[in-house]
């Protein structure tokens, strides 16, 4: 269990609260439903290196400080943070749809993890944002990889980038 920084205020003592930290963490709050009509993004994939293992879709709130931020962290902050995971689909178009909280900004990411070890590797695995911003050395700035929301689904497009060489950018 990991510790968080925050405590609740139970009665005049002072409670410090925990959270299980599991791959689970706001995956409840960000599964879309059938037939979404709410708030949601339906993120079209493009350029996957191949059909192999997970893909994960993650959505931040739109700063910098936040962005990419340990999922614990924000959940116990109260802030927001949802999760999507899907094994790629062996052929076809690919889209995954992730709820959120109400119409607004937020960064939003995605993971191609062929190896489904649940950790970002720049040597195997793909990364992508929405905006697709060109990747350096270092995160891009969350103004660079967010999308607004609309009241109801929102359609946005991530390419992937895989290694190339000393960095990351997408194959085509």
Not at 111 to 140: E, T, Y
């Amino acid at each position: 269990m990991k510790r968080l920084p925050f405590s609740l205020m139970a009665g005049p003592l002072l409670v410090a609260a925990t959270i299980q930290s599991t791959p689970d963490l706001g995956t409840a709050e960000g599964r879309c439903r059938p037939n979404e009509l709410g708030p949601s993004f339906l993120v079209n994939v493009e350029g996957l290196k191949d059909r192999t293992g997970k893909l994960k879709l993650e959505v931040y709130p739109a700063n910098n400080s936040d962005f990419l931020e340990d999922d614990n962290v924000l959940i116990s902050a109260g802030k927001i943070f949802r999760r999507v995971e899907q094994s790629v689909s062996a052929s076809g178009p690919v889209q995954l749809c992730v709820r959120v909280p109400s119409a607004g900004s937020y960064a939003v990411s995605l993971l191609h993890d062929r190896d489904s070890n649940r950790k970002f590797s720049w040597r195997v695995d793909g990364i992508g944002f929405a905006g697709n911003p060109r990747l350096g050395w270092s995160k891009p700035a969350a103004s660079s990889a967010s999308a607004v929301a609309r009241s109801g689904p929102t359609q946005i497009e991530i390419v992937m980038n895989y290694r190339r060489g000393l960095g990351m950018r997408p194959l085509r």
